[in-house]
């Protein structure tokens, strides 16, 4: 790789892991003039894609060719990637920093109680490029943990259609041959709904367990009790893309037990002073 396109995939890379990317509006494939764009073009509408519902029927290829819908991967929550399969690093550390980050949730486990899947945004990828995308990804002979699948679609107005259903945008620079696009897992619900976005360069297992945790509300059977209070201990911070401590929940719960307390310990007082009286 030229020095000049390896500084542009890391400097791309950086600014999409918050959400954002320079792009070139070209099409794939054709070597046009390039145009000025607004750095924050690829910032995705959070506000607005949260809670939107996945189409189910979007037929998918594994890395043997095999056809399968997006639905199959619904009813437990499910960790979305785009990536592209013939990219040169970002994308490959995306997924790689997944499945260490993973590692660390010990109160969910994969397969078991929610899925992993990686789709490819390029139609130009096939079974062949995505088996290559799988060892640079750490994956040594195809091997995925049961619950994530690596795919990719053919067709292109179906590509268009997944990712802009979940406010997902990427562009295509001729120029350096590369695709610009957030570094983003999508937090999807049992019932198929957007529930969170978390960006690859910040997130933590706790960010992830917590995101997992949130995204099962809709399955209130699978979830217990210490799950409800974890998850309503945390919120998610949009400005940081990574869950922090609910301090105005800490607050008004310290002022509740303040006041429980100061009503208890006035009851008592009174109670004591009227035995002593009576005394």
Known sequence: MSLRKLALTMAVSAVAMLGYANGANAAYGNVTKESLVDPSILKIDEIKFLGEKVDYDFVLQDESGADFK????????????????TCDGACSVINKNLAETLKGVERWKIGQDYNVLTVSFDQN??????????????????????????TTMREKENIEKLTGSMGFKFF????????????????????????RYLYGGTITPTDMELAITKAMGE?????????????????????????????????????????????????????????????
């Open 70 to 85: 997006l639905g199959s991967m619904i009813g437990k929550p499910l960790v979305l990637a785009f990536s592209y399969y």
């Open 125 to 150: 990828d096939t079974p062949a490029t995505l088996v290559d995308f799988m060892e640079k990804s750490g994956f040594s002979g195809g091997q995925l943990p049961s619950g994530w699948k690596m």
């Open 219 to 279: 399955k209130i059977a699978a979830a217990n009790v210490i799950d409800f209070v974890v998850g309503a201990c945390y919120s998610y911070n949009y400005k940081d893309g990574k869950y922090t401590i609910n301090i105005p929940l800490f607050v008004a719960a310290g002022g509740l037990i303040f006041g429980l307390l100061l009503i208890a310990g006035s009851f008592s007082y009174m109670k004591f002073r009227r035995v002593k009286h009576e005394i």
């Open 172 to 195: 295509w620079s001729p120029r350096d041959a590369l695709f610009l696009h957030p570094n983003v897992y999508i937090m999807l619900s049992p019932k198929g709904r957007v529930t």
